[in-house]
């Protein structure tokens, strides 16, 4: 779950902001619920219901839903209309786009490590320590 809830938030960060220049840093509690907390005091809060649904809130009020499909894409709206889908190939490699034409791509390599890469060039990568924290910048 930590790595669809990060997945969530730097979607929200790389599909709003031009550039995300802030480090994030993500736990998952004993429940299941991942928080993340980026270097401005941005948080968000993932839940995961008994389906398999998401719901990650931001401390912004911002509101994102997530279900998955029976092939394995991913649908995610937030409360402003906005939708974004994903998908992910045989080689674990995942694409998300999102209704006004952006893209993110993501690839993890053979240590665990996950780069994601949008559709004008800016770039983040994540790490996960020994503790299970995860860090992306």
Do not use: E, W
């Not at 619920?33 to 968000?44: A, F, K």
């Not at 998908?87 to 490699?93: A, I, K, L, R, V």
């Not at 999102?98 to 996950?114: E, H, I, K, L, Y």
């Amino acid at each position: 779950m930590k790595s669809l809830a990060l997945a969530l938030t730097l979607l929200a960060a790389l599909l709003t902001t031009p550039i995300l220049h802030a480090q994030t840093r993500c736990s998952t509690d004993s429940f299941g619920n991942t928080t993340c907390r980026d270097s401005y005091g941005n948080t968000t809060r993932t839940t995961t219901d008994s389906f398999g649904n998401t719901t990650t809130r931001d401390s912004n009020g911002n509101t994102i839903r997530g279900s998955t499909d029976s092939f394995g894409n991913t649908t995610y709206r937030d409360n402003n209309g906005n939708t974004v889908r994903g998908s992910t190939d045989s080689f674990g490699n995942s694409t998300y786009r999102d209704n006004r034409g952006n893209t993110v791509r993501s690839s993890t390599d053979s240590f665990g490590n996950t780069t994601y890469r949008d559709n004008r060039g800016n770039t983040v990568r994540c790490s996960t320590d020994s503790f299970g924290n995860t860090t992306c910048r």
